[in-house]
Each structure stands twice: as structure tokens, then as C-alpha cells.
């Protein structure tokens, strides 16, 4: 029996495939990923913490809207505290409502990743010339305001047609996060060539961990842990990539943030931290090219 499949890419498992190292012969890319989104008011799409109230619903906006005036500073500070470097998964109507939080992500070199127009809206029911028109209006518009040329693609909500990885690829962008399969990097067919995949982790995810699954602070906190400290024992076999998804108006939160520092403390101070990247998504991409043809599967 032959099941559809979306032709992307084959199977391979990870025992199975060449072996490589990390810059320095480092074994665990590590990185973290801050998504900062913008949401309409009382339309679209939107996270909710809570039962939610008809609509215009300001309570919830509200507590979306704290991400943006508190959490995202409140993240920027504990990076800078423990010298993490970051990525941050961005809505390009941020760069209108509230530009003052593009600066310090320029400032600290981190890395900006088109994420979309808004997290109120969904791109994979697009007819194929509109969502064309959306990835190109994300990429022209970080452009713009940067001056930079965005590499990497997150759609809102991870959504994607089934032509998606195609327009993201022609449309100058090198990898996706898309595609939560796998623990090392691969590539992805296209119709124009290919694409990279890069790990990003729905797991170690606090949306889906603290909004859908209803777990607490404390227990995402542990699973934080616990994933670093699995992941950096298997990356003795196999180097790995872990990589920990924050939204700022869940973990900017002051009760969420203290188990957050600690979390992350742990790992910055980890007694077998020399065996650890600590970096961003384009230098994962750009070692990766580095490698033979071949090593990525």
C-alpha cells in the first residue's frame, strides 16, 4: 500500500547518515528562537490563554499586546544577562506598530526571520499567486527597514501550502523552520532547486506546551532541561540541533521568566558546555554548506 507524500524528501534515519561536527568540533547547535507577533483587534487569528470572550475581546488583545510593551524587553534583558545570542521570528506589521523592538535585536547582531505578516492570519489556504505576494511582501519589507536580506521562513502558525516550500525558496530565502521532523538539518526539494530544513521545535515550544497542552511553568522549564541534557548526551553520536521557541507574551511573563533563567543558567553553566554551539539559525545554514555534497541528507 502507497500512501500520498508530499515528495519533499525521502526517508533516512539519523544513525544512518554521515558524520560531521559543529564549528570547533562542538557536537549540540543550540539556539533560541523569539517569536514577536503583532495581532489585529477583535479579528483573525490570535493566541488565548483563557476562555475567550466575544469579540472585540480586549482582555485577550490585551494580554497579546503585554508581549510586545513588557515581554519582549523583559527576554531581551535575560539574553543579554547570560549572553545568549538569539533569532527572533518576526510579524512584519511590527515593524509599523511598535519599530522600537527592532533596534536592540540590530544592535546585539541576533538574527531576524520572516515569520509572516501577522499571526491573525494563516497563509496555507492562499491561492498560490497570493501567498507568493505575502512572502514577498515580508521579505521586501525586513529588507527595508534593515537593510538586511532575511534567510530563513516561519509561516504564522507554522501554516503551509502544499507549494510553500516552492515560493519560499524563489523567493531568495536559503532554509524553513516549518517542518518539525527531524534533529539535524536536511534538504527539502523544490521545483526550482531545493531548500534547507532547519529543527525547530514544536515540543520545546511554550505555546503548545503551556497554551494547549495546559502545562506549567515549572514543567516547560524541566522539559528545557531535560531536552539539553538528553540532546547533549545523544550528540555524542550524532551532531544535533536543539533549538528553544519563546513567545514573548507567554515567557515574558515575570512568574514564567523565573523558571525560564533558571532553565537556561543551567545550560549556560552545563559542566560539559564546551561541546555546545551557541548560536543562531543562518550560521547552522551557512556551516552546513560548508560540508561535503552528501553529508546533508
Known amino acids: ?23 570547533e568540533g562542538k557536537r549540540l547547535a543550540f539556539y533560541i528562537a523569539v517569536n514577536i507577533e503583532h495581532f489585529a483587534y477583535g479579528s483573525g487569528l490570535g493566541h488565548s490563554i483563557s476562555s475567550e470572550q466575544p469579540l ?44 522600537e523592538i527592532i533596534a536592540p535585536i540590530l544592535s546585539r547582531g541576533d538574527e531576524i526571520i520572516g515569520h509572516g505578516r501577522t499571526n491573525s492570519e494563516r497563509q ?5 499567486a497570493d501567498e507568493a505576494r505575502l512572502i514577498a511582501e515580508v521579505r521586501d519589507t525586513i529588507i527595508e527597514k534593515t ?21 519560499v525558496q524563489e523567493a531568495g530565502f ?19 532547486g531545493r531548500i534547507m530544513s532547519l529543527p525547530y521545535s514544536f515540543e520545546i515550544n511554550d505555546s503548545p506546551q503551556l497554551i494547549v497542552r495546559h502545562h506549567t511553568a515549572e514543567e516547560f522549564a524541566a522539559m528545557i532541561v531535560h531536552q539539553f541534557e538528553e540532546m547533549l548526551l545523544q550528540s555524542q553520536k550524532q551532531p544535533l540541533v536543539l533549538g528553544i521557541a519563546l513567545h ?28 555546545v ?5 543562518r550560521d547552522i545554514h551557512a556551516h552546513c554548506l560548508t560540508l561535503a555534497e552528501g553529508v546533508i541528507p
Open 174 to 192: 536559503h532554509y524553513q523552520m516549518d517542518w518539525p521532523g527531524d534533529d539535524q538539518p536536511i534538504w527539502m526539494k523544490t521545483r526550482s
Open 277 to 281: 554551539w551557541f548560536t543562531r539559525p
Open 56 to 99: 472585540p475581546d480586549s482582555r485577550t488583545h490585551a494580554w497579546r499586546d503585554y508581549g510586545n510593551r513588557v515581554g519582549v524587553w523583559r527576554l531581551y534583558e535575560l539574553l543579554d544577562d547570560l549572553g545568549l545570542p538569539a533569532c527572533h521570528l518576526i510579524n512584519t506589521t511590527v515593524f509599523d506598530h511598535c519599530p
Open 124 to 128: 496555507g489556504h492562499l491561492w498560490e
Open 1 to 23: 500500500m502507497k500512501l500520498p507524500h508530499h515528495g519533499r524528501y525521502g526517508y533516512s534515519p539519523i544513525v544512518a547518515r554521515p558524520h560531521y561536527a559543529w564549528p
Open 147 to 167: 537593510g538586511q536580506h532575511p534567510r530563513g521562513w516561519m509561516g504564522p502558525w507554522m501554516s503551509q501550502s502544499r507549494v510553500t516550500p516552492d515560493l
Open 248 to 275: 514573548t507574551m507567554i515567557m515574558g511573563q515575570p512568574h514564567r521568566m523565573h523558571v525560564l533563567r533558571k532553565a537556561l543558567r543551567h545550560i549556560v553553566g552545563h559542566a560539559e558546555r564546551e561541546a
